[in-house]
């Protein structure tokens, strides 16, 4: 089957680095998305990886290994409105997105 | 970006009505759009996938007869919700795909629309 695992709830503290990881196994890979959900509302999308190594977009940078089945997002000089769920998802290999069950990142003073 | 726009963006119904929700691309032709439904603390779960011109796809276990969905558009999608009963409360979130460009076509969310069934 297939099956995307991430930590249900991160505690971070504002100012400091967190690292979100994902791990995945699906049937074929055609790219993984990192979205940002704020509570009631739609996700947005943060980042799109499909090649090994690290993409860098401002404060967020997100990895991705193909031969490890892993990828994080990792996010700098938090803010309060960091604060939010991280949905990892995976295109496979028929196109469709393949959702992870989201992280909730919690920022404190 | 992409701007996909829903409506209602709330309703509230009672038990047995039906419900339908719009599924708009602002900018772009999609023929392709999906259909989210989110409970409370919990990820978004694929509902179907509509093509325009076609009929949808229904994932296992969707009612395709309760979830009707209409791509009569390159545009516009709707999710009619047939008499509707309270554990059909939740967040519905549709999504566009945009035309490939390069090596994906990126998908863009709509708002969302909170349905509450009394």
């Known amino acids: 089957g297939q099956n995307i695992d991430q930590p249900t709830e991160m505690t971070a503290t504002e100012g400091a680095i967190v690292q979100i990881n994902c791990t995945y196994q699906?049937?074929?890979?055609?790219?993984l998305f990192w979205y940002q959900q704020h509570a009631g509302e739609a996700p947005t999308f943060l980042s799109y990886?499909?090649l090994d190594g690290l993409e860098e977009k401002g404060r967020f940078s997100s990895f991705l290994s193909r031969s490890k089945g892993y990828s994080y997002l990792l996010l700098k000089e938090l803010q309060m409105k960091d604060s939010a769920s991280y949905l990892c998802?995976?295109?496979?290999?028929?196109?469709?997105?393949?959702w992870g069950a989201g992280t909730k990142l919690i920022i404190k003073p | 970006g992409a701007v996909v726009s829903q409506h209602p963006s709330w309703v509230i119904c009672k038990s047995g009505t039906s419900v339908k929700i719009e599924c708009r691309s602002l900018?772009?032709?999609?023929?392709?759009m999906f259909w989210y439904r989110q409970f409370p603390k919990q990820s978004l779960m694929l509902m179907a996938t509509?093509?325009?011109?076609?009929?949808?796809?229904?994932e296992q276990g969707v009612e395709k007869d309760k979830f009707l969905i209409n791509h009569a558009s390159l545009t516009l999608s709707t999710l009619t919700v047939t008499s509707a009963h309270p554990e059909d409360s939740s967040f519905y979130i549709c999504?566009?795909?945009?035309?490939?460009?390069?090596?994906?076509?990126?998908?863009?969310f709509g708002p969302g629309t909170r349905l509450t069934v009394l």
């Open positions: 999504s566009a795909l945009t035309p490939t460009s390069g090596s994906y076509n990126e998908q863009f």
């Open positions: 900018d772009f032709q999609a023929t392709t």
């Open positions: 509509s093509n325009e011109g076609s009929k949808a796809t229904y």
């Open positions: 699906t049937s074929g890979f055609n790219g």
């Open positions: 990886n499909v």
């Open positions: 998802a995976v295109l496979d290999s028929n196109y469709q997105l393949i």
